[in-house]
């Protein structure tokens, strides 16, 4: 039965948890006035016919696809472990992920690196990518997501050690400030043996800067 609730685009990686009744509806509306004073504020008519969906458009983007991670909790984005007696390097490169860093509410994007050793438990690859999806999918920045990532993953698996390396670029450093667009920050967290060992970290990293 259709209940006129917009369905959620199917881009969104991560299934957010289904909010109680009414409560998303009444969020987008609310996100969408809140929208339209501030096209007031800069001078704008929201009235005008370029603009005069803009403000639900809006509040359906961010409610619904940008900031679905608060909806979603890095444990419940690991939700498939698998007993295993696999105690060697388990990496996953190139997760693609867009963000929105909550100083500037611009957006970065880039890639993450996310690997962990083992310790009698694995979790499902597409899970390392859920993990990413979901830590994205909300107001943060580049050094909490890499932290967080890797804090998850010590969490729930309970492995040896896990590394996360995220490259990226900021919408906040190529549209203003010093506006220089393709400078790429990169960030890392190591946790257990990668934190101890550099060999262990050190072959990480040449996976990640050459997988063959």
Same mark, same amino acid.
């Given at each position: 039965?259709?209940?006129?609730?917009?369905?959620?685009?199917?881009?969104?990686?991560?299934?957010?948890?289904?909010?109680?009744?009414?409560?998303?509806? %009444?969020?987008?509306?609310?996100?969408?006035?809140?929208?339209?004073?501030?096209?007031?504020?800069?001078?704008?008519?929201?009235?005008?016919? $370029?603009?005069?969906?803009?403000?639900?458009?809006?509040?359906?983007?961010?409610?619904?696809?940008?900031?679905?991670?608060?909806?979603?909790?890095p444990a419940e984005a690991l939700s498939?472990?698998?007993?295993?007696?696999?105690?060697?390097?388990?990496?996953?490169?190139?997760?693609?992920?867009? %963000?929105?860093?909550? =100083? =500037?509410?611009?957006?970065?994007? $880039?890639? %993450? =690196?996310?690997?962990?050793?083992?310790?009698?438990?694995?979790?499902?690859?597409?899970? #390392? %990518?859920?993990?990413?999806?979901?830590?994205?999918?909300?107001?943060?920045?580049?050094?909490?997501?890499?932290?967080?990532?890797?804090?998850?993953?010590?969490?729930? #698996?309970?492995?040896?050690?896990?590394?996360?390396?995220?490259?990226?670029? =900021?919408?906040?450093?190529?549209?203003r400030g010093v506006q220089k667009p393709?400078?790429?920050?990169?960030?890392?967290?190591?946790?257990?043996?990668?934190?101890?060992?550099?060999?262990?970290?050190?072959?990480?990293?040449?996976?990640?800067?050459?997988?063959?």
């Open positions: 039965m259709d209940d006129g609730r917009e369905a959620r685009p199917e881009a969104v990686v991560v299934p957010p948890a289904p909010a109680a009744d009414g409560d998303e509806d %009444a969020r987008v509306l609310q996100v969408a006035e809140d929208v339209r004073r501030l096209l007031v504020d800069l001078g704008e008519d929201p009235e005008r016919e $370029g603009l005069r969906e803009t403000p639900l458009r809006v509040a359906r983007m961010y409610v619904r696809e940008l900031l679905v991670g608060r909806l979603v909790t498939t472990v698998f007993r295993e007696d696999f105690r060697e390097l388990v990496l996953v490169r190139d997760i693609p992920f867009y %963000a929105l860093c909550e =100083h =500037h509410l611009m957006p970065f994007f $880039g890639r %993450a =690196h996310v690997g962990y050793l083992p310790d009698g438990a694995v979790v499902g690859l597409s899970k #390392l %990518a859920r993990l990413i999806e979901a830590l994205a999918r909300r107001l943060t920045i580049q050094e909490r997501l890499t932290t967080q990532a890797a804090d998850a993953l010590m969490e729930v #698996l309970k492995p040896q050690g896990a590394m996360v390396v995220v490259e990226a670029e =900021h919408f906040c450093m190529t549209m393709g400078t790429i920050t990169t960030t890392s967290a190591a946790r257990g043996i990668f934190a101890e060992d550099s060999t262990a970290r050190e072959e990480f990293l040449r996976l990640v800067r050459d997988p063959r």
